[in-house]
């Protein structure tokens, strides 16, 4: 089976939504491969030689067990456009380390282009994001997601995100996008839905 990994924002010596990442972690621990004695991250995360400055995306690699604690400086993407790309046949129910879906989407698109996957005419996420659609009142998510990001269900959990089904017919309700991961809060990269391009291909 693929290696996992749990993805978690570090800035300036703090890590973030780490009860989030411990209940997802060990959830997945437990649904592969029937493991019930569970890691508390916050220890683990404890023992490391971890950046103090500056802000890391923190990258725990692991099946049954820990393989690999990683910290890469984290930089926005600066993202123009998206582009919807239709993919009836992709799945990422859990954060596996392999994305070769993911990149092969990315393949097709301009370098500040990112895009947003439909499948069976249902909005679901991006390669690297869930999303977020504001209404002029309310901001929305599609309950047809492929990965429940920790940050998304922060989100729902604080009443700041109401979960919907959305198509693509339901794009003209909407004023603007924003994507958001454990990296990014809502409005960080925040797009226009007058951006969002129909791909010329029917799927990839």
């Known amino acids: 089976m693929s290696l996992l990994v749990e993805t978690i ?3 300036n010596g ?3 939504n780490l009860d989030y990442h411990n209940k997802r972690f060990n959830r997945s621990r437990f649904e592969l ?4 004695k569970e890691i508390d991250l916050i220890d683990i995360l404890q023992t490391t030689n971890y950046p103090t400055s500056g802000l890391f995306k923190t990258r725990i690699i692991y099946d049954e067990k820990i393989v690999k604690i990683e910290f890469e400086e984290y930089q926005i993407k ?4 998206l582009k919807m790309v239709v993919n009836n046949n992709i799945t990422y129910p859990y954060k596996f380390l392999n994305r070769q879906a993911f990149d ?5 698109l301009s370098k500040n282009e990112e895009a947003i996957i439909v499948k069976n005419g249902f909005i679901t996420d991006t390669t690297f994001s869930n999303l977020a659609f504001y209404d002029g009142q309310n ?6 997601y492929l990965l429940n990001g920790t940050k998304r269900q922060f989100y729902i959990d604080k009443k700041l995100l109401l979960e919907s089904t959305i198509t693509l017919h339901d794009l003209r309700k909407f004023l603007k996008v924003s994507l958001i991961n ?7 990269i925040e797009i226009s839905t007058k951006n969002i ?3 010329k291909q029917n799927s990839v």
């Not at 092969?104 to 097709?108: E, L």
């Not at 454990?182 to 960080?188: K, R, V, W």
């Open 197 to 199: 391009l129909l791909s």
């Open 14 to 16: 703090i890590f973030y």
């Open 104 to 108: 092969t989407i990315k393949k097709n």
């Open 139 to 144: 901001w929305f998510t599609p309950k047809t």
């Open 9 to 11: 924002k570090l800035k």
């Open 78 to 81: 600066h993202i123009e456009k």
């Open 182 to 188: 454990t990296m990014l809060d809502i409005a960080e």
């Open 33 to 36: 491969f029937r493991i019930k």
